[in-house]
């Protein structure tokens, strides 16, 4: 896929000029308000690892939160032992440990922390994408399954005080690799790390939905039988972009935990899972521009509710999702995308730069005579 050919999408242009209004952020916004940004820019990365399997392949998953979580502790675990230093973290020693557990010691150091946060949400999705998809559960099945399976991770985490933290999670960290976290200086550039990152992952994202696998992806969503019945094993599809959700969720864990200063079992409950797909399903599932834009308003609204009537927020989230469950099926994207194909046959033809637009101009001169 080459620039040309994905310039030509206008969806990837809207995409292009977020970055960019994103970009501008930290000579508008308060350093409060740039770290509250942050954490919606991660969030916007889940959104497109969550479009990835429910958008393109009718995978709805409400536990996805676990691979948040798995990707955040792991950072978080490599933090917390250089914030410690020869101690014990706080936590261990009221829970009654004298020395460090066996399985914290390798994330003292930096790369098998970072190689962790890829590879315990990989591990996990690959061992249960391959066990459900193999033997045929899904729908509503998998997505009780996956509920499950992130009830059962909290009721572990916060059971587990003394190795994990309990319910108060792990906080109280100092550097990553010699930076101060607490640096304004540092923060920002996080902040651009968190932006460049949005970007990779939308135009890999972009990049995958466009090859063969994506049409195959589509195929299962919109009917697996009559895709498994053409030869191709569905199983073995739907367990690679599970996997791969999933460790782009992880990832996505491991650099908030940089502007949150903390995690805590609260990130990896059935709730903050069901906001994730509540994000997508605002943006537009299927769409991947969608799902970025409906993280980022969705958290932007709740930020601001909860600032001046937090009791409402749950009541607020609840009617946003059965009014677009209701109303806008295809999410704010489908609402433009319909707007603008009424539009369209009335609006002047427009040609972009670099050849750009051209052809779609000649279409509109040709329905015109």
């Known amino acids: 896929m080459g620039i040309k050919f994905w310039l030509r999408d206008k969806k990837n242009l ?15 916004l308060t350093l409060f308000r740039l770290t509250l940004l942050g954490k919606f820019i991660c969030y916007a990365i889940v959104a497109l690892g969550i479009d990835l399997i429910w ?49 914290w010691k390798p994330f003292a150091s930096a790369p098998f922390a970072f190689f962790a946060v ?28 996956s509920q499950a399976l992130a009830w059962a991770f909290v009721t572990i985490f916060v059971g587990m005080q003394a190795y994990t933290g309990g319910s108060n999670g792990i906080t109280g960290f100092t550097t990553l690799l010699g930076i101060q976290l607490q640096n304004p200086m540092n923060l920002v550039s996080f902040y651009y790390l968190a932006v460049a990152l949005l970007f990779l992952t939308y135009v890999f994202c972009t990049w995958l939905m466009s090859r063969g696998i994506g049409k195959i992806l589509i195929a299962i969503r919109d009917g697996e ?16 972009i599970y996997c791969i959700s999933a460790i782009i969720t992880g990832i996505a864990g491991a650099v908030y935990v940089l502007f949150a200063g903390m995690i805590s079992p609260k990130e990896l409950d059935i709730a903050f899972s069901v906001e994730m797909v509540i ?12 799902a970025v834009i409906g993280a980022l308003l969705v958290n932007a609204m ?23 469950v209701l109303f806008m099926p295809k999410g704010l994207v489908g ?16 040609s972009l730069p670099f050849g750009f637009g051209k052809k779609t101009a000649g279409k509109r001169k040709g329905i015109a005579s």
């Open 14 to 28: 809207v995409f292009l000029a977020l970055v960019l209004v994103l970009l501008t952020m930290p000579f508008v």
């Open 55 to 103: 958008g393109y392949t009718g995978i709805l998953s409400l536990g996805h939160g676990v691979f948040f979580g798995l990707g955040a502790y792991a950072m978080a675990m490599h933090l917390k032992l250089v914030a410690s230093g020869s101690s014990l973290p706080e936590f261990m020693v009221t829970g009654g440990l004298t020395q460090l557990p066996a399985f």
């Open 118 to 145: 890829i590879a315990l949400p990989l591990l996990l999705a690959l061992v249960v994408g391959f066990s459900t998809f193999k033997n045929r559960i899904k729908g509503v099945y998998f997505s009780i399954l």
């Open 225 to 240: 039988n009559r895709t498994y019945f053409t030869g191709y094993d569905s199983s073995r599809y739907k367990t690679f």
């Open 279 to 290: 994000w997508v399903a605002v943006g537009g599932r299927g769409t991947l521009i969608g």
């Open 302 to 324: 709740k930020t601001g509710i909860s600032e001046t009537i937090p009791d409402m927020w749950l009541y607020f989230i609840g009617l946003l999702f059965v009014l677009v």
């Open 335 to 350: 609402v433009v995308e319909s707007l603008y194909a009424k539009a369209a046959p009335h609006l002047p033809a427009v």
